[in-house]
């Protein structure tokens, strides 16, 4: 892999990790378009995922700190039995609620080898469909946002958010675009949703780099450190941007630009995925053949 191919995908796993519109789906593309599939993708992949977490931890650096250090003080409180589920402060529930929204990811476990053979099998209809899944999704999302609601989160809520972040491990289908949109839709404000959203995706994505890291570790016969540290770098630059600029974009109800883009796309990529299943060949090499 060269140090542009790994600047192209840095880019590429910023911008589309927050911004909702799926990193998996669009790396997946970029990998099928520009044939590099190689042993060591996944192991790249994973590491760029880690990239975009160091710029989740910077932008909410203040929110994960009060997390952190109500979380232990919740543990000792429940030591000492004095634990209270009513009248919880704002910070210790958000704390419970992070920690529901993650149990609905075990239910996904089983289907992780099926979900990583669809994102890395070279047939890109399956990204087609989930592409157009998250613009559907954003739709609503954007439509129940224009009224933003003022619902105190709850456990069937923090239930239904984490099912979408586990169906966001499907290539095309956005983990910060569904668990945002499922917020909203369920009545939560914008200034909760968004940052929930990206709070919980946190243990989500350092529990699925851990399963994966030694996988992708076996497959990679060899690695090209400099390409990946660029891309690393890259992605967490790039993603601390992206995660501003949806910050702005769902305050201003813009959640429908995201909608319209991954419907457009999601019927183009649908429409070529086909083509390669009838044809044997992508519509570039037909064009330039």
């Known amino acids: 892999m060269s140090i542009w191919d790994a600047l192209v995908q840095g880019i590429v796993q910023g911008v589309t990790e927050f911004l909702p519109i799926s990193s998996d789906g669009h790396l997946s593309l970029v990998q099928h378009f520009t044939g590099t599939t190689s042993d060591s993708s996944l192991l790249f992949t994973v590491l760029l995922h880690l990239g975009t977490v160091f710029a989740v931890f910077f932008v909410f650096r203040r929110l994960i700190g009060e997390l952190i250090l109500e979380f232990f003080h919740m543990l000792g409180d429940i030591v000492k039995g004095r634990f209270r589920w009513k009248g919880m402060s704002v910070t210790r529930r958000m704390v419970v609620m992070v920690i529901v929204a993650e149990l609905p990811l075990f239910a996904f476990l089983p289907l992780k080898d099926l979900f990583s053979h669809w994102s890395q099998d070279g ?6 469909i989930c592409f157009l899944a998250t613009g559907c999704l954003l739709m609503m999302g954007h439509w129940a946002g224009k009224r933003d609601g003022d619902k105190i989160i709850s456990v069937p809520d923090s239930l239904a958010i984490g099912a979408f972040q586990g169906l966001a491990a499907l290539p095309g289908v956005s983990r910060s675009g569904s668990t945002i949109a499922t917020g909203l839709f369920l009545g939560l404000p914008k200034q909760y949703a968004v940052p929930f ?43 601390f941007f992206a995660i501003k600029a949806l910050e702005l974009l769902v305050k201003k109800d813009k959640m429908n630009v995201f909608g319209i883009y991954c419907l457009s796309l999601g019927t183009l990529v649908l429409l070529e995925g086909l083509y390669e299943h009838a044809a044997g060949q992508t519509i570039f090499q037909a064009l330039l053949g």
């Open 123 to 128: 047939d890109i209809v399956v990204e087609g």
């Open 197 to 239: 959203s990206f709070v919980i995706g946190l243990p989500a994505i350092l529990a699925a780099n851990v399963l994966e890291i030694g996988d992708a570790v076996e497959q990679s016969t060899s690695v090209e450190w400099a390409p990946v540290l660029v891309g690393v770098l890259v992605a967490a630059v790039v993603g």
